[in-house]
């Protein structure tokens, strides 16, 4: 009787592929879902805006005369420090110029009598776009009109501040980053905004609390995302996303809310307040659905 012939590793390779191994492949995890692609518009926002610095600081650096390189690297990572410093500890809190000019005054003895400040706060400015993707912006506050109306505390410490912001686009930020749209106290920014702009620019702090009352949040109460409310709008103060006037009159101090340099800044690219709240409404609208919209016909 005839032996069975032997199988050798040619015949061995010439198996077709296993039915279950080419199953499982199939059935495999599906690819990761793609990131959109950033808003050309802020992509070009965030090159125009490191070429700007740019320029600034090769036009500021020309001015200073008898500095070395290395006494201006010096000062330039004094400033950077302070600014994130800063900005770990008090997130979007604009830094007052006079901060940024006692840290070169005190490192460079002759910084007044030069005046570099102009220098090394543009060189800071170019260094956090290219290097860091970050955008050190200047804000600046208008002066206050004579009259009974004055500025409170919360504009201490000079007209110009400057304040750390991603040039990160948006859709990348939220996902490696930091998602803003859930954050609660940009909701209430955002309606404070709306509230302000519905009442001519300004808004009283007796109609504010009386909006918001109507929305469910109370001015003596803990709310359940907020927090202390009243916390939230001096932390806004604060970071002077909005502004509060104190007015004198007749029946006593009054307060007023208007939207703050830091705010319409930050919306300037997309607009403005205006724009950015009108496209807020037009995004809200709801469409009713066909089977609706033919339940209203029959109506």
């Known amino acids: 009787?005839?032996?069975?012939?032997?199988?050798?590793?040619?015949?061995?390779?010439?198996?077709?592929?296993?039915?279950?191994?080419?199953?499982?492949?199939?059935?495999?995890?599906?690819?990761?879902?793609?990131l959109a692609p950033p808003d050309p518009a802020e992509l070009q926002y965030a090159a125009q805006q490191t070429q700007l610095y740019k320029q600034n600081a090769h036009a500021e650096a020309m001015r200073v005369v008898g500095m070395s390189m290395q006494e201006q690297e010096k000062l330039l990572r004094e400033v950077m420090r302070l600014m994130l410093f800063r900005q770990k500890a008090q997130p979007d809190v604009p830094v007052p110029r006079n901060d940024l000019t006692k840290v070169i005054l005190a490192s460079y003895k002759d910084g007044?009598?030069?005046n570099i400040a102009n220098a090394i706060i543009a060189l800071a400015q170019e260094s956090f776009a290219k290097v860091m993707g970050m955008d050190m912006r200047e804000l600046k506050i208008a002066?206050?009109?004579?009259?009974?109306?004055?500025?409170?505390?919360?504009?201490?410490?000079?007209?110009?501040?400057?304040?750390?912001?991603?040039l990160v686009p948006t859709n990348w930020k939220r996902k490696f980053v930091a998602d803003e749209s859930q954050n609660p106290s940009?909701?209430?920014?955002?309606?404070?905004?709306?509230?302000?702009?519905?009442?001519?620019?300004?808004?009283?702090?007796e109609d504010m609390w009386q909006y918001l009352s109507d929305l469910g949040i109370q001015q003596r109460e803990v709310h359940f995302k907020l927090?202390?409310?009243?916390?939230?709008?001096?932390?806004?103060?604060?970071?002077?996303?909005?502004i509060q006037r104190k007015q004198n009159g007749a029946d006593g101090d009054s307060f007023t809310y208007e939207a703050g340099p830091n705010a319409t800044d930050e919306l300037e690219p997309k607009g403005g307040i205006d724009a950015y709240v009108d496209r807020l409404f037009t995004d809200s609208l709801i469409q009713p659905s066909a089977d609706q919209a033919q339940e209203m016909e029959m109506e």
Not at 197 to 202: E, V
């Open 143 to 166: 002066p206050v009109s004579k009259g009974k109306s004055r500025i409170t505390e919360n504009e201490a410490g000079g007209s110009k501040f400057y304040v750390l912001r991603s």
């Open 1 to 34: 009787m005839a032996s069975p012939a032997p199988v050798g590793r040619g015949s061995r390779n010439k198996r077709g592929p296993s039915r279950g191994r080419s199953r499982n492949k199939s059935q495999g995890p599906s690819a990761a879902p793609r």
């Open 112 to 114: 007044k009598k030069a």
């Open 227 to 242: 927090g202390k409310v009243e916390d939230e709008i001096k932390t806004l103060v604060q970071k002077k996303y909005l």
């Open 186 to 205: 940009r909701h209430l920014l955002v309606l404070l905004l709306m509230l302000i702009k519905c009442q001519g620019d300004k808004l009283s702090e």
